[in-house]
């Protein structure tokens, strides 16, 4: 098939890898995946249009939904009480959090202005702002920017396309991506915007799916973080790190950090194809929340995130010197 060249390498030749179809919320459509036999760059052909592509967010989307998690213990006899009340979710919060930095981020100071791309319902913002952030949310979901508003009215939001929405040049000392660039069809457009308003010392923070992973040589086409047809793209870590540098970035820090969540969710896309049922993951938080189920999966996510093999990259950027 013809498609048009790779956005990241410019190459014409792409290979087939699978009929794809929305595994997470169930709704209806097939799609075709190719890879570029240049850089390995995954995409979903015909592309969507947006008006396309915004049914299937549906309102349950996870990221729009109101975030209830518990603050963090801060005294240590807060934390005592946490580890007596929760051993397993402190655990977690051992290994995850202090062993393998999966909750590290950039520091931000009292008063530094931070802006989240994708903000959602605002769960990072929220956390950033009670650091004395002044706060910054974009997305294109309308009504969980509104649930935002409503919640803390001091952040200012802007709702719509980074690319549209008009923040100042070199406004931002930090500006975070998690699971953002995926879904967008002109990446580059987004990463020349972040370019812009961020400060000539202020960084990036980006989080993608990475399928130059163990788990996505496993499961392949159940592999959780394909996300079809919401994910545009699934990159991997040397295209990632081709497309940042050639979008004006230089790259402070790389890793993977993969914890325990999509692999239980591929898990449930292979049993569902087994048994040819509509198994919907977000209802199952009992199952996919599970602090045991993340327990047992640590040692796995040690080994890969180790080896820098895990399903999800994250990248410190800076602007690069012209
Ligand atoms: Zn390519």
């Keep these: ?176 991506m998690s699971h953002v660039i995926e879904h967008v069809r002109d990446m580059d457009k987004l990463l020349i915007e972040a370019r812009r308003i961020v400060k000539d010392d202020g960084l990036l923070r980006i989080q993608v799916p990475n399928a130059a992973s163990v788990s996505f040589a496993i499961f392949g086409k159940f592999w959780m973080p394909l996300d079809v047809p919401r994910h545009v793209y699934t990159f991997s870590f040397p295209n990632l790190k081709r497309m940042f540098r050639d979008n004006g970035f230089e790259i402070v820090h790389a890793r993977t950090v993969e914890g325990s969540f999509s692999v239980i969710g591929s898990i449930f896309y292979v049993v569902a194809s087994l048994f040819k049922k509509e198994i919907p993951l977000m209802r199952h938080e009992r199952i996919w929340d599970s602090e045991i189920i993340k327990l047992l999966f640590f040692p796995y996510a040690f080994v890969v995130n180790l080896l820098r093999v895990g399903d999800t990259a994250e990248f410190i950027l800076r602007k690069a010197a012209k």
């Design 1 to 176: 098939m013809r498609i048009e060249p790779c956005k990241i390498c410019a190459n014409q030749d792409f290979e087939y890898l699978y009929q794809g179809c929305d595994r997470l919320h169930y709704l209806p459509g097939e799609f075709k995946l190719y890879r570029c036999s240049g850089c390995g760059l995954i995409l979903v052909y015909p592309q969507l249009r947006d008006q396309e592509l915004s049914k299937y967010y549906p309102q349950d989307y996870y990221s729009y939904e109101n975030s209830h998690r518990v603050a963090p213990p801060r005294s240590l006899k807060e934390k005592l009480v946490y580890f007596l009340l929760h051993p397993f979710q402190a655990l977690n919060c051992l290994f995850y959090s202090k062993l393998l930095g999966q909750n590290r981020d950039l520091k931000c100071g009292l008063g530094s202005r931070v802006l989240d791309i994708g903000c959602g319902d605002g769960r990072y913002l929220l956390e950033k702002r009670s650091l004395g952030c002044q706060c910054f949310g974009n997305d294109i979901g309308e009504k969980a920017l509104n649930r935002l508003r409503e919640k803390v009215p001091e952040i200012e939001t802007r709702c719509g396309n980074l690319w549209d929405v008009d923040f100042s040049q070199n406004f931002f000392d930090v500006i975070n």
